[in-house]
């Protein structure tokens, strides 16, 4: 028995990600925002998917100035969601198929209406003043240093009331809590325990490398290779202000917590090169987070050789003990069919399903939506106000789910908060499950291609010769060897291939020694 358990692949390496942003799945009480309940009624279309795992955007309540990261009670339910029994019943339905669920914790920042930073900013020797990030004014009367906020302008701002600054690594009304102090930490870890005691299966933690700032508060180093279409955040280096080592040990407590629950899984949002990156899966001895979110398809150039060189990096970066992870949409990035085209967006598809590591899909990627123009009076995200020339705007990917052809695409009795796809009344998921050439039909394929197959979850990788424009490796294991083929152009080019085609992107019969434009394939 207990040599089985040690050798059973735990359901986080085989299984696959959904990320659902709430807002936008599913309305029930007609307001035009997404709900707990509303999600429950769509769980049997994540079962039938073929995903193992959600992962929820956050649903505590908040005033929304970051649409829920910007947290008001980390051990409660925002109303407009549902409730704690809601919470409970739905965590029961999604183990009741068979799927797992993950919250989204966020660690670094809470809102400013919470109770905590309200007592923190009443007065100078109030017990919780520590427990955000206070600092006196520089000799000029201006911010302590030249940090940057995320969403531009400095990341200081000034508090009337008792003379100070306090720092925020995003908006102002998102104030960074201060994780040097041991109750504010004490405080963040029982977090953690009542939603575990509840039963959830894991943890999605926001920006978990800017939980610790240099202690010193040193200015940052200027980004030398800083241009004006870029953001203000990239004017400095983040070095002191982000990835201390003090975070990493508080990663490691998070893991040990997490571990003393069972099978339970932390993903960590870092953005940081691989040397840096990998150290987030800390030692065998003293792991920290199981994922460290990997975003390289998302931010590296949409060509062959470009993928090829990400993937042999990066899987070299990691750690013996250290499993991979790939992502390729999420509710800050540009919808992927937008950035490539829905005919690549199938191949990257095909890419994420095939990779080794761990996928994480994004709600709505599946259903191929492109490129939303939000009309200017419709925008909601702060990123876009804050920077509103950069074209920055998150919205374009938060649009919501478009279920049907009926009134509002079966999303909610009334118009959504965010306008929907303006293709809807087509690209809906009645309508493409209807259809055997959707995208949605391709998803599931590769997703029950991927279960039928552990080869292409937890076997080995081996990238693999192959002329321009193609990206081809291998995955194996001890029952077989699978050969991915992907044409990352639109032009037709020949490759020597030998097997049985188990599932080409495109619709028709794959043709041995070529490639269709478009085509991606997977051989046995
Ligand atoms: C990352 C989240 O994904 C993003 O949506 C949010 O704005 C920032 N962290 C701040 O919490």
Redesign the pocket.
């Known amino acids: 028995m207990i040599k089985d358990a040690e050798h059973r692949t735990p359901w986080w390496k085989a299984g696959v990600i959904y990320q659902i942003y709430p807002r936008s799945f599913q309305d029930s009480d007609g307001d035009g925002i997404g709900d707990l309940k509303g999600m429950e009624e769509r769980l049997d279309y994540l079962g039938a998917l073929g995903i193992d795992a959600i992962w929820l955007s956050p649903i505590f309540p908040s005033p929304m100035a970051?649409f829920g990261?910007d947290v008001a009670n980390y051990c409660g339910i925002e109303p407009m969601f549902g409730d704690l029994a809601r919470f409970d019943h739905v965590l029961a339905s999604v183990h009741e198929r068979g799927l797992k669920l993950m919250l989204d914790f966020?660690p670094?920042?809470s809102s400013d209406q919470h109770p905590w930073f309200q007592a923190s900013r009443s007065a100078r020797d109030d017990p919780k003043r520590d427990w955000y990030v206070w600092r006196d004014a520089a000799a000029d009367g201006g911010p302590p240093n030249n940090w940057i906020s995320d969403f531009g302008g400095s990341a200081w701002t000034w508090d009337d009331a008792n003379g100070q600054y306090y720092l925020h690594a995003?908006l102002k009304e998102?104030p960074d809590l201060n994780w040097r102090n041991p109750g504010l930490r004490a405080a963040m870890m029982d977090v953690l325990r009542f939603w575990l005691d509840r039963g959830v299966d894991g943890f999605r933690i926001?920006?978990l490398w800017h939980i610790v700032k240099a202690a010193d508060f040193p200015d940052n180093p200027p980004n030398p290779d800083w241009t004006a279409d870029q953001t203000e955040r990239d004017r400095v280096l983040q070095r002191h202000s982000t990835d201390q080592p003090e975070a990493h040990a508080i990663a490691a407590d998070m893991r040990t917590l997490a571990d003393s629950y069972g099978e339970r899984l932390l993903v960590g949002?870092i953005f940081l090169p691989n040397d840096r990156h990998a150290r987030w899966y800390g030692t065998p001895e003293r792991p920290q987070v199981h994922l460290p979110f990997n975003f390289q398809l998302i931010e590296n150039s949409w060509d062959a050789r470009t993928l090829a060189r990400v993937i042999a990096d990066y899987e070299a970066s990691l750690p013996a003990h250290g499993w991979p992870n790939w992502v390729l949409g999420?509710?800050?990035a540009p919808r992927i069919a937008a950035r490539i085209g829905e005919a690549q967006a199938r191949v990257a598809a095909m890419l994420l399903l095939t990779l080794r590591g761990t996928p994480t899909l994004y709600q709505g990627d599946e259903l191929g939506i492109g490129r939303v123009d939000i009309p200017p009076g419709q925008m909601r995200d702060p990123q876009h106000f804050r920077q509103p020339g950069l074209d920055i705007g998150r919205d374009r990917s938060r649009t919501p789910m478009p279920w049907n052809g009926s009134a509002h695409a079966g999303f909610s009795a009334v118009a959504p908060w965010l306008p929907l796809n303006t293709d809807w009344r087509t690209r809906n998921v009645a309508a493409q499950e209807k259809d055997p050439e959707s995208m949605l039909i391709l998803y599931r394929r590769l997703l029950a291609l991927r279960r039928e197959y552990p080869a292409l979850s937890i076997g080995r990788i081996t990238l693999v010769e192959s002329p321009d424009g193609v990206l081809a490796y291998e995955r194996h294991d001890e029952a077989r060897t699978l050969r991915i083929l992907l044409n990352l152009t639109a032009r037709a080019v020949t490759v020597r291939w030998q097997g049985t085609p188990l599932l080409s992107t495109l619709n028709g019969e794959a043709e041995p020694g070529m490639l269709y434009p478009d085509e991606g394939l997977v051989i046995a």
Do not use: G, K, L, P
């Open positions: 970051d990261y966020v670094n920042h995003f998102q926001d920006v949002e999420s509710h800050d």
